[in-house]
């Protein structure tokens, strides 16, 4: 297969959280040209309404399909996806792939007892999107909103006592609504494409409460493994590892602290960020 067989793969995200996503496709395609779009400017998403939230990732799906021309989209934000995915496909002409269903899907395949935590943005939270992809695939999931993870990660306190305390705080309050609505939860859903970054400090806070045992799942390799199954039919192995994948990326806004903060997202320099105006 040589590049000019390889889609050009859009991966659209509010912010730069969603290079975790990038990440997990990059090793699944190495042939690829992918066209990121981070919209900087209008973060967060996740305080917003469905309407605004639609408006804008609608824009941005056509900015990465109709300007650069990306011939799959992945939307690898959770609140994009839990409350603007039928806005996109109606926006676009291609495929939308978000991440609510694949992450409901490792969830399955993780949780024993059938029963799941999901930590997202206000928003995300709100739409209850992931309970009912949860409830399709026969799980029992409690949401909770944790409006104060996105800007600690933002603020590059990945690793910072006050995001350590935060965490206790919220999944100590999760833990007792488990337990008082009669759960038995052994999974945690990172229904945020920040909350990678705080995985370690999140097992942490795990091992040291009463949910001890419970299993971190985020979504983004399920996701570019289901990307993988539309793509290329789930053959995983036709990438040609001697080649290095195509990556632009662009901004709406803070395209140094996405240079900065991206490359620790993507495990690897964002390169040059190009900044883009999408409007208000
Ligand atoms: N990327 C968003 C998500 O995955 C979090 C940041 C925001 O609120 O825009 O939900």
Redesign the pocket.
């Known amino acids: 297969m040589s590049r000019s067989d390889s889609p050009t793969i859009g991966v659209f995200?509010?912010?730069f959280?969603?290079l975790t996503v990038l990440h997990a496709l990059l090793q699944r395609f190495p042939q690829a040209r992918f066209v990121f779009l981070g919209?900087t400017a209008?973060?967060?998403?996740?305080?917003?309404s469905r309407r605004t939230i639609a408006r804008y990732a609608a824009q941005s799906a056509q900015f990465l399909t109709r300007e650069q021309g990306a011939e799959f989209l992945v939307i690898?934000?959770?609140?994009?996806?839990?409350l603007a995915l039928d806005a996109i496909r109606e926006a676009v002409t291609v495929p939308v792939l978000g991440?609510i269903e694949p992450g409901a899907a490792v969830a399955r395949a993780t949780s024993k007892t059938g029963d799941v935590l999901v930590i997202?943005?206000?928003?995300?939270v709100h739409s209850h999107a992931y309970a009912a992809a949860c409830e399709t695939r026969g799980l029992r999931a409690i949401e909770k909103a944790c409006?104060l993870l996105?800007p600690l990660v933002e603020e590059g306190w990945t690793n910072h006592p006050v995001t350590a305390e935060v965490l206790r705080i919220y999944l100590d309050e999760l833990l007792a609504q488990a337990a008082a609505e009669g759960l038995k939860p052994d999974a945690l859903v990172l229904?945020?494409?920040?909350?990678p970054l705080l995985r370690p400090l999140i097992e942490h806070a795990i091992a040291q409460s009463a949910g001890a045992g419970i299993r971190v799942i985020d979504s983004a390799e399920s996701t570019a493994d289901t990307a993988t199954k539309l793509l290329r039919g789930g053959d995983s192995a036709s990438g040609d590892r001697a080649w290095a994948p195509e990556i632009r990326c662009f901004a709406t806004d803070s395209v140094e602290k996405f240079q900065r903060l991206g490359s620790k997202f993507l495990g690897r320099p964002v390169g040059d960020v190009q900044l883009i105006d999408l409007g208000g």
């Open positions: 995200d509010s912010g959280g969603g919209d209008r973060l967060p998403y996740g305080s917003k690898a934000c959770n609140t994009a996806s839990a991440v997202a943005t206000d928003a995300t409006p996105v229904g945020c494409t920040h909350y």
